[in-house]
């Protein structure tokens, strides 16, 4: 019995370490990415209130409680929670969200967030930058309320600790120019399979020696 219990050990340390490594994988590194917390873990150069001008965001369920002329429509996530909503401002380099997130060196990522237009005139043009390197730009649909996700693949390279994950829009127009974001997250790219393989078998070689050892002290 002590034979065959020492047999399954590698087997399952080796899975273990697999759910281990892709969870952290897949966890997000943007806090409250979905607004599910309320008005709080970013950063932005806008005020609040939507109906009241530009340059204006609210954290809401939905665009068309804060602004009479905006389309009526749920969150990305549940269709019932938070989104951030904003009239965009119509001076250059104003930041519409921003957060500090901790990355390693070396280390392959990918950013995506959900944008969705409240109102059909000018879409905005939104560009989104990590430690003031261009991950890329984007322009929102015209049809509102339709929630559509964009995705960036990049690379620390050197950089590793803090760095400033920023979006800013251009399109810069008094009227129009009215979006919401959701579900923002910056995750580390998963391992190929093969190097999944790889690992799971360095984990099994190394308990196998380990169980035989135990095997013969028993």
């Known amino acids: 019995m002590c034979k065959f219990l020492l047999a399954l050990i590698p087997r399952i340390v080796s899975l273990l370490v697999l759910l281990f490594l892709s969870s952290v994988a897949?966890?997000?590194?943007?806090l409250n990415g979905d607004f599910e917390n309320g008005d709080q873990?970013?950063?932005t150069d806008?005020?609040?209130g939507i109906g009241a001008g530009v340059q204006r965001y609210?954290?809401?369920t939905d665009p068309r409680l804060h602004h009479g002329s905006a389309a009526s429509y749920g969150d990305h996530t549940s269709g019932a929670g938070n989104m951030i909503a904003f009239n965009a401002a119509t001076a250059a380099n104003q930041l519409v969200w921003g957060q500090e997130i901790s990355l390693a060196a070396n280390t392959s990522y990918k950013f995506s967030v959900w944008v969705s237009s409240w109102y059909p005139l000018r879409p905005a043009n939104i560009k989104f930058n990590i430690g003031g390197i261009s991950l890329g730009s984007v322009v929102a649909s015209s049809d509102t309320g339709i929630w559509e996700q964009y995705s960036f693949a990049f690379n620390s390279g050197a950089t590793s600790g803090p760095s400033l994950l920023s979006i800013v829009d251009t399109t810069r127009v008094s009227?129009?120019?009215?979006?919401?974001?959701?579900?923002i997250s910056v995750s580390t790219v998963?391992?190929?399979a093969a190097?999944?393989?790889?690992?799971s078998s360095l984990v099994i070689f190394r308990f196998k020696k380990m169980a035989i050892?135990?095997?013969?002290f028993f």
């Open 26 to 30: 897949n966890a997000n590194l943007v």
């Open 213 to 216: 050892a135990l095997g013969n």
């Open 46 to 48: 806008y005020t609040l």
């Open 58 to 60: 609210n954290v809401t």
């Open 190 to 192: 998963p391992l190929p």
């Open 175 to 183: 009227i129009g120019d009215d979006f919401a974001l959701d579900d």
């Open 41 to 43: 873990n970013f950063i």
């Open 195 to 199: 190097a999944w393989l790889f690992l």
